[in-house]
């Protein structure tokens, strides 16, 4: 029981029993402390967490202070938090888990925001199967968010299916989703459109090196991917050709060292899918995505736009721009410095397609270009006291200006920060559009992440062509060195990223400007 003092009680009061579970849980080297303590005293208060705050001055029933000693000592055993809680957050759900299923992590939600988008643009009803689906948080949440797709799962394991049962009943699914106990695709039929799977990858030679916590408790089966932690995802690779549909997408999750041989793989096997890596918020390449266009064309997507060019100049472009946007769209568009892709900024499902369109990480946010300079008020909890002087000297131009972001903004357009970038460009055709389109979008450079950012719109085409709605060709953008990034979120002013302007053009504003 390392790191528990025998002669330590539980204090009774609340906020003293978090806090000295907080202390055992640092002690022990857990990695969220705060977090693991927080989960386990909502558990037994039947209090959310945030309500431990506003009861912190509660006092814990005598039965209270055991429950919770004694999983504070269990999970200081290794045991996981979330089997010992009975449950485990899985991007809009939470599904219950115990030791018959491997408990979901945040890495798999690419799969669902990945699936997601191809969905949106797929023909018709889709036909999902989720493959070893373990609790079942896949196909739960694919059968949410798609109410007309057909949802299979499978699993080799009796044990996990019942988990995966209890929790689609659990949200009104179990007659969308229909289980089925099978070795992968074996005792299943048919062609699917889209196939999701979160097998087993860790390396035989490797499990004795996982964390106690995985290692002890978690199920094997669930973890052993064989000799090199790849067999069992070669294995459904194989059965792909039988299996997938035309157009269909497979989506699967592995070991980032894995991948590239997988996707190897994938092309043996699907010579004439699109195969290609898709990315976890790490960087890490954690993705298989093989998708079969119609007729096995490599350059057909299933689900992609149809993505229609119109001249700046064209009476039809703004009106076509709006509604592209209003309908959760992207559009590609020239500015004052290279062509940028945007959507409504408060879209979660286009800010969605947008990082997908562009396989940006989603660890990095979109900046906001405004048409005028009071549109900031749409981004900006508030303006900081520099930022009339700023815009009035140097807006429209190349300047972005960091500012406290407004608590009703999406979490994924900042990333899940407390800031945003905001910018006024000097291109009157991008800001007629902005203007027209509500005052402000969510716009990043028009280019595949790790690409050069476009000049032109033939530049863009050749990235996002099949991932954007509408292309807007104004010509060549004047290009050359990007936006100066100015953050006056602090105490001081504090030049991120020297650009269009220098430091003293900056300072005749900003004196104290730290560069």
Request: aromatic share 4%; proline share 7%.
């Amino acid at each position: 029981m390392a790191g528990l003092d025998q002669a330590e009680n539980c204090p009774q009061r609340l906020r003293d029993a978090l806090r000295w579970a907080i202390r055992l849980f640092a002690a022990h080297q857990a990695d969220t402390p705060r977090l693991d303590a927080e989960l386990l005293l909502a558990h037994v208060t039947e209090l959310e967490r945030v309500q431990l705050l506003t009861r912190w001055n509660d006092c814990l029933t005598d039965t209270q202070v055991g429950q919770f000693s004694a999983l504070v000592r269990r999970a200081l055993a290794d045991e996981p938090i979330a089997y010992l809680v009975g449950e485990r957050a899985f991007y809009d759900i939470t599904v219950e888990v115990n030791p018959a299923v491997l408990i979901p992590r945040h890495e798999t939600e690419h799969i669902v925001e990945q699936a997601l988008v191809w969905a949106a643009g797929h023909p018709g009803p889709v036909r999902i199967i989720d493959v070893g689906t373990g609790s079942g948080a896949l196909a739960i949440v694919l059968a949410r968010h798609l109410s007309s797709a057909q949802v299979w799962a499978t699993d080799v394991s009796p044990a996990a299916l019942a988990v995966a049962q209890q929790n689609a009943r659990r949200y009104g699914l179990a007659e969308r989703i229909r289980f089925q106990e099978s070795d992968l695709l074996g005792a299943i039929d048919g062609r699917w459109d889209l196939i999701v799977a979160n097998l087993p990858y860790v390396d035989q030679d490797e499990l004795p090196q996982l964390q106690p916590s995985v290692r002890q408790y978690e199920p094997r089966i669930a973890l052993d991917g064989g000799r090199g932690g790849t067999l069992v995802i070669e294995r459904l690779i194989a059965q792909l050709p039988e299996r997938l549909a035309c157009p269909g997408l497979a989506l699967l999750e592995c070991d980032p060292r894995q991948a590239p041989a997988l996707a190897e793989a994938a092309r043996q096997a699907l010579p004439r899918a699109s195969v290609d890596l898709r990315q976890d918020l790490a960087g890490w390449d954690r993705l298989v995505r093989i998708e079969l266009g119609e007729g096995h064309g490599p350059q057909c997507h299933a689900g992609a736009e149809e993505t229609t060019v119109l001249a700046v100049q064209d009476r039809a472009t703004v009106t076509r721009a709006v509604s592209v946007i209003k309908r959760g769209g992207l559009i590609v568009l020239p500015t004052d410095t290279v062509y940028g892709v945007g959507c409504d900024m408060r879209s979660e499902p286009a800010l969605t397609r947008l990082y997908a369109a562009k396989d940006r990480p989603r660890n990095m946010p979109i900046p906001v270009l405004v048409a005028d300079p009071d549109d900031a008020r749409q981004v900006a909890e508030s303006l900081p006291d520099a930022f009339p002087s700023l815009a009035q000297r140097f807006w429209p131009g190349a300047l972005t200006l960091i500012v406290p972001r407004r608590p009703d903004l999406p979490p994924i357009l900042t990333a899940g920060g407390d800031t945003v970038a905001v910018r006024l460009p000097d291109h009157q055709e991008a800001r007629a559009i902005i203007r027209a389109a509500g005052g402000a979008l969510a716009v990043t450079s028009a280019n595949r992440s790790g690409r050069p950012a476009p000049a032109t719109a033939e530049e863009a085409l050749e990235d996002l062509r099949g991932r954007v709605q509408l292309v807007i060709d104004g010509g060549r953008c004047p290009g050359g060195r990007p936006s100066s990034i100015v953050d006056l979120t602090g105490e001081h002013p504090r030049l991120l990223r020297l650009g269009a302007l220098d430091v003293e053009q900056l300072r005749e504003v900003l004196p104290d400007l730290e560069a």
